[in-house]
């Protein structure tokens, strides 16, 4: 790979990954990479960090994130990019979606601890973050420490996955609250890995609502899904972005650079951001 590359999906440990920035850094500098974004969930936490480490390595950083969102019934994420991380309707709600993740958090341990799984504490699960951004994974995790389930699979069927034992719904907006939220806060918002989402059918509707860009390289993904993907930012005149969902060790199907963009498709991306809705 040469130097004109970019992963723009990428998560840390102040998400739901083991890499830290550093680690993060070290890795997308070892695949060639020039420019790279932390998409973690929910959060932007891990954004000051990051950036002292990819100016050391010389490798920008985008402003990103990744927005949980729900369409009847169908988890749906909008990547967020190059918005303001100063002041903006965005950061602000993030502060609002992390406290939401710590109370329902509270609820699901709650709802263990009722099952005999006493052992199993907030304070535990915040200490495999570095963030307030805690998700069913983490608490997956200790569940499987703990020795009470055998896999993180089997976590999410007897207690974490929807409809099981010590499930708690969590907080929701609507993919179209998150892309007003990316657009009024200067950035593009973008639907992530529309390849596992599998709602291709909501595209008009959520690029009538703002949407400005598909995440059409995704890891593993055939070229006939990419090219449908390509042919659908066509058609909208959609930005085409892509990434590795790198999580570290969390996620072993993928890793950083695994799936990338040309560096050109980056600036059509950033000369996009700041037309708000």
């Not at 009470?148 to 719904?169: M, N, Q, T, W």
């Not at 005149?237 to 892509?242: K, P």
């Amino acid at each position: 790979m040469n130097d004109r590359f970019a992963d723009l999906h990428i998560h840390t440990n102040f998400s739901d990954s083991t890499a830290s920035p550093q680690e993060v850094v070290m890795e997308a500098s070892a695949a060639g990479l020039c420019c790279i974004a932390i998409a973690d969930h929910d959060t932007v936490d891990a954004f000051p960090e990051t950036l002292a480490a990819a100016e050391s390595a010389r490798i920008e950083l985008l402003a990103g994130v990744e927005l949980s969102s729900e369409y009847e019934g169908k988890d749906i994420h909008i990547l967020g990019y190059c918005f303001d991380l100063k002041d903006s309707p965005l950061v602000d709600q993030l502060h609002h979606m992390q406290q939401a993740r710590i109370e329902r958090m509270k609820k699901m341990i709650s709802k263990l601890q009722g099952l005999g799984k006493r052992d199993i504490t907030l304070e535990d699960v915040a200490h495999l973050t570095r963030s307030d951004s805690l998700g069913r994974l983490h608490l997956a995790k200790l569940l499987v420490a703990r020795g009470h389930v055998r896999s993180i699979d089997e976590a999410f069927e007897k207690y974490l996955g929807e409809g099981a034992a010590a499930y708690f719904p969590k907080y929701k907006q609507t993919p179209l609250e998150a892309i007003k939220l990316i657009r009024d806060s200067g950035g593009v918002a973008v639907m992530a890995h529309p390849v596992l989402t599998n709602r291709d059918a909501l595209i008009p509707m959520l690029v009538e609502a703002g949407l400005g860009g598909i995440e059409a390289h995704y890891p593993n993904s055939s070229m006939v899904t990419v090219n449908r993907y390509m042919d659908i930012a066509r058609q909208y005149d959609l930005v085409v972005t892509g990434g590795s969902d790198a999580h570290g060790a969390a996620k072993t199907s993928t890793f950083i650079g695994k799936a990338y963009v040309p560096y050109h498709w980056v600036e059509v991306l950033k000369s996009r951001a700041g037309k708000r809705a």
